[in-house]
């Protein structure tokens, strides 16, 4: 069964420091993958999405950027967050004109101070 | 690109039933979803449409029309841990395979 790993759950950081977020899809080859952001009491805005390895495209213009180096392997990172960048991170695997939707990660709630 | 809207929030009360509706603008459509997320967690896959009619899955049921690109996730005999946040999302018809989310629907189920 696929499973998806995304780390880490909670994270605090000042403004202008880096951020890197993780997620890893086990149990299935060349996934599609997202990331989305939840801001407090709305929906999931798509920020990437990828449909292989070193591709990446971009739903909003915004102060993130995203890479996928291995087939089941996509990160989330910043050089210098901003207050606004704080919110609720999904990684998602999912995509295909499958019948289930999206698999969630659990998510990386950040917190910029 | 995808408009979705849904209520803000509804209340019911446990052993009931409540409907909570969802209404799309597309561009392309290849199914519409409805997620289950509990506070501070991520959402969960509840249902999936992507013809007309309705697809009954135990206490939960979805329908869905096309032609009025509308929605709706029927709860019944409502149990405390149904209280959730309920988002709709529309998957777009590429290969990316890309979905859209509404700002989701706040069920509190009162005793």
């Known amino acids: 069964s696929q499973t998806i790993h995304q780390w880490p759950a909670t994270l605090v950081q000042p403004v202008g420091s880096p951020l890197s977020l993780e997620c890893t899809v086990e149990?299935?080859?060349?996934?599609?993958l997202y990331w989305y952001r939840q801001a407090a009491g709305r929906g999931l805005q798509l920020l990437f999405y990828?449909?292989?390895?070193?591709?990446i495209s971009s739903e909003v213009p915004q102060n993130l950027s995203a890479s996928r180096p291995q087939d089941r392997q996509f990160i989330l990172s910043s050089k210098k967050l901003l207050l606004s960048d704080s919110g609720f991170y999904l990684c998602a695997w999912g995509g295909d004109f499958s019948n289930y939707g999206y698999t969630f990660g659990s998510g990386t709630r950040l917190t910029v101070v | 690109g995808q408009n979705i809207d849904q209520p803000t929030e509804m209340t019911a009360t446990e052993g009931a039933i409540v409907q909570i509706n969802c209404t799309y603008q597309t561009s392309g459509f290849n199914g519409l979803f409805w997620y289950q997320q509990h506070a501070g967690e991520a959402p969960t896959f509840l249902s999936y449409?992507?013809?007309?009619g309705l697809e009954e899955k135990g206490r939960f049921s979805s329908f869905l029309s096309r032609s009025k690109g509308y929605s709706y996730l029927l709860l019944k005999e409502l149990q405390m841990k149904d209280s959730a946040s309920y988002l709709c999302?529309?998957?777009?018809?590429?290969?990316?395979?890309?979905?859209?989310f509404g700002d989701g629907t706040t069920l509190t189920v009162k005793p």
């Open positions: 990828s449909v292989g390895i070193g591709q």
């Open positions: 149990g299935t080859s060349n996934p599609n």
């Open positions: 999302a529309v998957r777009e018809n590429t290969n990316a395979g890309k979905s859209t």
């Open positions: 449409n992507v013809l007309d």
